[in-house]
């Protein structure tokens, strides 16, 4: 019977629901709905096969769309395909929340199924007829009616390196990859797949595939070693880095991977070895699939190939090269000079034909100039300053599309802040504080706004090995990528960056393996990455560190992965002086600046924050109250001229002191530009430090600071591209009858 009416249009819960949720609720048929779908993909869960949610038909053709769709209910829904096929209930029970209507696939590979696929449309039943006259009937094995009319025949998946699939005659397939459309599925036709009464699956188990149906030999052929390949230690090293980035749940990586170190011999056998047992699914027996393997098309840089797709980069690049096994002579490899890079193809930067009329697509802010997508912004500030309310402020700006704190909202959607220190308790406080302080329901959020704690249980993606000491990325990771691409989540937010490693935190080479990973998830998901961080200690100076990339605690590579770097300072007491404002209100005003601006900002320049408190009781005096971010405008007492920061540092002084040895003729002028890598190479300070910071070190032309001074520095602020300038002041006109002022 048809069951048209069942069909409704794909469910598209909110976010929140995410990928978690414990229990087994089934899908309710209280009202004559479609079958219970999700039941079903449970219990195939249950039994060890894995499922993925398929687009399903419609009146019109089918869910995804397409008109000229040719396998209507039949294609996946997820972006992976099979390879997403799980058995993982929490994430099948988001997939059906999601999509309620989702057929089910059913992928053969990790699911140890063969199946007997009889298209009677295309002489199947003719054919099986044929083969059941020369061969004996088929064992009894559940069996499925299809939709169309078929049947399949699910049977046990024959040894590796059996010949299959196979098809003995027309409108016969046995298949061992790919999907298989599962009851109570609905198709095209309107009628759904469903269990041969006489043949359930939890009555008749699986039996083997009859040896008529492999289509090749039945015996597992012993395979000789190839020609062996000899790596070095550092080469090792190199492929066991790059297969961490790797997956080894997944079927079809974990065989191509085998494949591709066969070569390798024993050292490839135990690369391998290890690497399986990194998957939740490893089994011992699993072991004895390597002396199936055959390299024959392949070889072992083809493990980079795929790592370097997944994010990989070689740590060890300019130290170790790989052998190039096309250059071999006499039995041995001879080093590529290029190492796994060598398998990229060359730009060679030839312009498009069509560049008359090319449309670049806009970079995609979310929050301009501060938060892109598909990139790193790393927010840094001291303790204390306000990260995690800055940043709840701001994913509510995005989640809501309302600038909350006077910045540009380009985009809206969903968003996502995993705090690593808080407790959840206290990440809704201080949420449901900001909603209460901008005027916004809770409960109008909900579905916009993913809060995460990793108290005592933090987000980590990546890891050292405690044996080898190797920086490797933690399965995390791609679990990470798969729920921001099913939940659309357009902001993600951490803090802080120290506690998503085990790695150390000072060494480049380390966090370069960290940063790695975050350049992966903002690359394959678009999200816009926000990473809080801590700066060092500026004494007593809370605006020591403004816009100071190189004030950021630990390795400078965090720094380097990102696009945006940006800034958070309590206002400094001689910047508070210069306030209209009440006094009382100096204390809860808060500097955001733009840390990768060649130029070190004034005050009027930054973007002004004021920490309000607010209480969740309404009670008089009540002493809990909770931190809330809003723009705020200061009133300057002079509004053109503003002061410099106080409290030089030794590195502020060091730069003054380089100028002044330059030996600038009196009233001379030089762009900092000409004269940055003599002060890099009289300070030791970076060429980005100086630009940052030269207006602390120096007063700037044409304020009372520089008043008496000899040196100075300026800028026209009304040209974005225009020069620093660096000048000495012409000084006195000697005066032949002055002898320096004394009396004769």
């Not at 390299?295 to 060890?316: L, M």
């Not at 700066?535 to 965090?558: F, I, N, Q």
């Not at 808060?590 to 840390?595: G, K, M, S, T, Y």
Request: with cysteine; net charge negative; hydrophobic share 35%.
């Amino acid at each position: 019977m048809s069951e048209w009416s069942s069909v409704s249009v794909e469910g598209s819960p909110g976010p929140m629901d995410g990928a978690g949720g414990a229990g087994r609720e089934p899908a309710s048929d209280e009202q004559g709905g479609a079958p219970p779908l999700l039941e079903a993909a449970l219990s195939y869960a249950d039994r060890g096969w894995h499922v993925v949610p398929l687009h399903s038909p419609t009146p019109t053709g089918c869910s995804c769309g397409k008109p000229d769709c040719r396998s209507a209910g039949k294609h996946p829904r997820t972006d992976h395909g099979e390879h997403d096929a799980t058995t993982d209930l929490a994430q099948i029970q988001s997939w059906w929340r999601r999509w309620p209507d989702a057929n089910i696939g059913i992928a053969c590979a990790p699911s140890r199924l063969a199946v007997a696929d009889i298209d009677p449309r295309n002489g199947g039943d003719a054919t099986l007829d044929r083969l059941i006259a020369a061969q004996g009937p088929l064992p009894e094995t559940p069996t499925v009616l299809t939709g169309g009319g078929g049947q399949h025949h699910y049977f046990q998946a024959p040894p590796e390196g059996t010949h299959v699939p196979y098809k003995p005659g027309a409108g016969v397939e046995v298949k061992t990859r790919g999907l298989v459309v599962a009851p109570p599925s609905l198709h095209v036709s309107g009628r759904r797949y469903e269990v041969e009464a006489s043949a359930e699956f939890d009555d008749v188990p699986l039996a083997p595939l009859p040896r008529w149906l492999l289509g090749g030999p039945t015996q597992d052929a012993p395979f000789e070693d190839p020609p062996g390949v000899t790596l070095s230690p550092q080469q090792v090293t190199a492929l066991r880095s790059a297969l961490n980035f790797l997956r080894a749940d997944d079927y079809e990586t974990w065989i191509a991977i085998g494949h591709a170190l066969k070569e390798l011999r024993e050292v490839g056998r135990g690369l391998w070895l290890d690497w399986s047992q990194t998957s939740t699914r490893w089994r011992p027996e699993d072991a004895r699939r390597w002396d199936t393997f055959r390299p024959e098309r392949t070889g072992y840089q083809a493990v980079f190939a795929k790592a370097q797709a997944a994010g990989w980069v070689n740590p060890a690049s300019k130290e170790s090269r790989p052998e190039d096994p096309t250059a071999r002579e006499g039995g041995k490899a001879n080093p590529a000079p290029d190492g796994p890079e060598a398998t990229d193809t060359l730009d060679i930067g030839l312009l498009p034909s069509d560049i008359d009329t090319l449309v670049i697509p806009p970079r995609p802010w979310v929050i301009h100039p501060r938060l892109l997508g598909g990139t790193i912004t790393v927010t840094a500030g001291p303790p204390g300053v306000g990260k995690s309310a800055f940043e709840i402020a701001s994913l509510l700006s995005v989640a809501t599309g309302r600038p909350l704190l006077e910045e540009a909202i380009l985009r809206s959607g969903p968003v996502w802040y995993y705090n690593n220190e808080e407790t959840k308790e206290e990440l809704l406080r201080r949420l449901l504080a900001a909603c209460k302080h901008h005027g916004i329901p809770p409960s109008s959020v909900r579905d916009r706004f993913q809060l995460s704690s990793g108290y005592g249980r933090p987000l980590v993606v990546a890891k050292r090995l405690p044996k080898t000491g190797e920086i490797v990325p933690t399965p995390v990771v791609h679990e990470l990528v798969r729920v921001l691409k099913d939940c659309q989540v357009l902001v993600f937010a951490v803090d802080p960056a120290v506690s998503t490693h085990t790695a150390d935190e000072n060494s480049n080479t380390d966090i370069e393996q960290v940063v790695a990973q975050w350049r992966y998830v903002a690359r394959e998901t678009g999200c816009a990455i926000v990473i809080a961080s801590h700066t060092r200690k500026s004494g007593k100076d809370p605006e020591a560190h403004v816009a100071d990339m190189e004030a950021l605690r630990g390795a400078s590579a965090l720094v380097g992965a990102a696009r945006q770097v940006f800034t958070l300072a309590r206002i400094s007491a001689k910047t508070a002086s210069r306030l209209i404002d009440p006094r009382h209100i100096h204390p809860h005003l808060v500097r955001l600046d733009n840390a990768k601006l060649n130029y070190a900002p004034s005050p009027n320049s930054a973007h002004w924050l004021r920490m309000a408190s607010v209480s969740l009781t309404d009670a008089l005096y009540d002493v809990d109250q909770v931190g809330v971010f809003e723009h705020y405008t200061p009133q300057w007492v002079a509004e053109d001229k503003l002061p410099q920061q106080e409290g030089r540092s030794e590195r502020h002084v060091r730069l003054a002191q380089a100028v002044e040895r330059l030996g600038l003729a009196p009233g001379e002028t030089r762009p900092l530009s000409a004269l940055k890598e003599k002060l890099a190479a009289a300070t030791g300070l970076s060429q980005a430090w100086l630009y940052a910071n030269l207006a602390m070190a120096l007063p700037e032309r044409g304020t009372a600071d520089a008043d008496g001074g000899e040196y100075n520095w300026s800028k026209d602020a009304t040209k974005k591209t225009a020069p620093i300038l660096i000048h000495r002041t012409p000084g006195p006109v000697d005066d032949p009858h002055d002898d320096d002022g004394r009396d004769s």
